[in-house]
């Protein structure tokens, strides 16, 4: 499973349009065993769930997001996650795979 986390200043951006980077998390057996940090292309309406999908993501775990992004990700055969907090990349991919991710509203309005 490959989990991608948009980022900012370190922590998740909670609109995931405005992410500085991309942290990518490989998990395997339910441990995290590479993580990586990728620049996102300049952020065009579509392109991120194709590029996020060509490097095998499988989940996102986002603060905010609009429905059509999400809509693109299906598409793309990618799960995305909303209404995460501004945790660390860490401990959001932790919880996630303890499955105690606490999750409240989409911090995107459109």
Not at 30 to 54: A, C, D, M, Q, Y
Not at 57 to 63: E, L, P
Request: proline residues 5%; contains cysteine.
């Amino acid at each position: 499973m490959k989990i991608a986390i948009p980022t900012a200043e370190g922590k998740l951006a909670m609109h995931f349009g405005h992410c500085e980077k991309f942290v990518l998390i490989d998990v395997e057996n339910s441990e995290i065993v590479k993580t990586e940090e990728v620049v996102p292309p300049p952020h065009e309406p579509g392109l991120l769930p194709k590029w996020l999908g060509e490097l095998n993501v499988n989940i996102i775990i986002a603060g905010g997001m609009g429905v059509r992004a999400q809509d693109l990700f299906s598409a793309n055969n990618i799960k995305v996650i909303v209404g995460a907090g501004s945790e660390s990349v860490e401990q959001l991919v932790k919880a996630y795979i303890d499955g105690t991710l606490v999750t409240g509203n989409n911090a995107c309005d459109h």
